[in-house]
């Protein structure tokens, strides 16, 4: 029994480690960052992206300058690796903008937030239709 327990724990020893897949976003300033995939698909937009096959390479983030996406990049990071609820809570209570524009359109949260497109309407209509997934759900549009 001993012999069978210590060639379990060489075999154990000698497997490969299995690599974690990581993912790069790039802001609409040009940066990247690259995060474990377990990270990132917390956001659904990009869970999709990769559940369709999309995800490979870099994945371009049009609308989220590099501020924004640190933002967002620290908040996924707090959920993921954390798991005391009541820091989270904290934490979130930090992040209220969460709350305040989860579940809502782009054009609702561009309008909570005053931002203006820069896209032409054609450029509009080329990223949904490159993006749909974006786009995809039943969204609030109210801007409370």
């Known amino acids: 029994m001993h012999i069978v327990a210590n060639l379990g724990l060489m075999a154990a020893a000698t497997l490969p480690t299995i690599e974690k897949r990581v993912l790069t976003l790039k802001s609409s300033d040009g940066d990247e960052f690259e995060l474990e995939e377990s990270i990132v698909v917390q956001s659904l937009m990009i869970k999709k992206m990769v559940e369709d096959g999309c995800a490979v390479g870099v994945i371009p983030l049009f609308n989220v300058d590099t501020e924004t996406l640190t933002k967002i990049i620290e908040y996924l990071k707090m959920h993921q690796l954390t798991s005391n609820q009541e820091e989270i809570k904290n934490y979130d209570k930090e992040m209220a903008v969460a709350d305040r524009i989860k579940h809502k359109s782009i054009e609702a949260v561009q309008e909570i937030f005053n931002i ?23 969204f609030d549009h109210s801007l409370d």
């Open 116 to 138: 203006t497109s820069d896209f032409t309407p054609e450029e509009e209509v080329a990223i949904r239709n490159e993006n749909p997934h974006a786009f995809e759900g039943d």
